[in-house]
């Protein structure tokens, strides 16, 4: 029988059964359990990342075939434009074309006019005219503001006599708002008197150049010829100011 030792303290004994494996089966199933968890995470992000990588994918297949198809629709869309712009301009050209044709024989058709105007002046000239008249009368435009005269006096070829008088060539208008005139000797370098002579038997070529002074604006042309002494005549005509390209 034990005996109980006064002054010192007691303690009471458990009898544990041993078990040497169960610690390391525990450690072991931590384990497990961290590699399972940490398996699992890495295949969730793997598939995560995978389906994100696929769409992506796919957007992408579809942007360049999206592009693919724009590329094919510019470039057909530049393809017409440049069809309609060469289309255009051959249409231009054609119509220019047939505009210069159709002036060329607008005037050609006028030079024939006046040509036959002109023979027939010389063969039956207008009544009261005494067998003299103008033929033609035209004024062209050149360059540097500069323009060109035409006059042409004729008598019936079926007189005989010379003629002799003078022609006097007159530019009306207005400048600064006020009636103008301006003699034909104030406008051309070429003509140093106001009257033309004239000596002619069939006909006679007037030409030359003027120029218009700064800021008046013509409004036609007075023509007049006149002979002195028996058989004479007197002719006045105004043409408007009809201008013809050179």
């Known amino acids: 029988m034990a005996r109980k030792v006064k002054g010192s303290k007691q303690y009471r004994m458990k009898v544990v059964p041993h078990r040497p494996f169960s610690g390391a089966l525990s450690v072991l199933g931590v384990a497990l359990l961290v590699l399972a968890t940490s398996a699992a995470a890495y295949f969730a992000g793997q598939h995560h990342l995978r389906s994100n990588l696929d769409r992506k994918t796919l ?140 000596r002619f038997k069939y006909f006679q070529n007037i030409e030359g150049e003027l120029k218009l002074p700064e800021g008046f604006e013509p409004e036609g042309v007075e023509l007049s010829l006149k002979s002195g002494g028996r058989g004479g005549f007197n002719i006045e005509q105004r043409y408007g100011w009809l201008v013809q390209k050179s």
């Open 59 to 198: 957007a992408h297949e579809r942007a360049l075939k999206e592009l693919d198809r724009l590329k094919k629709e510019n470039e057909s869309l530049r393809l017409r434009a440049t069809t309609a712009e060469q289309s255009l301009a051959i249409g231009e050209q054609a119509s220019e074309k047939v505009r210069t044709e159709l002036v060329e024989k607008e005037s050609r058709i006028a030079e024939l006019k006046q040509e036959i105007s002109f023979y027939r002046g010389l063969m039956a000239p207008a009544d009261g005219s005494d067998g003299v008249s103008i033929g033609r009368f035209s004024i062209s435009e050149m360059a540097d503001g500069r323009y060109q005269y035409k006059l042409l006096v004729q008598q019936s070829a079926t007189r005989h006599n010379v003629v002799t008088g003078q022609a006097t060539f007159t530019v009306v208008g207005s400048q600064d708002g006020q009636p103008k005139r301006y003699p034909l000797s104030a406008l051309s370098p070429q003509v140093d008197s106001e009257s033309i002579p004239l």
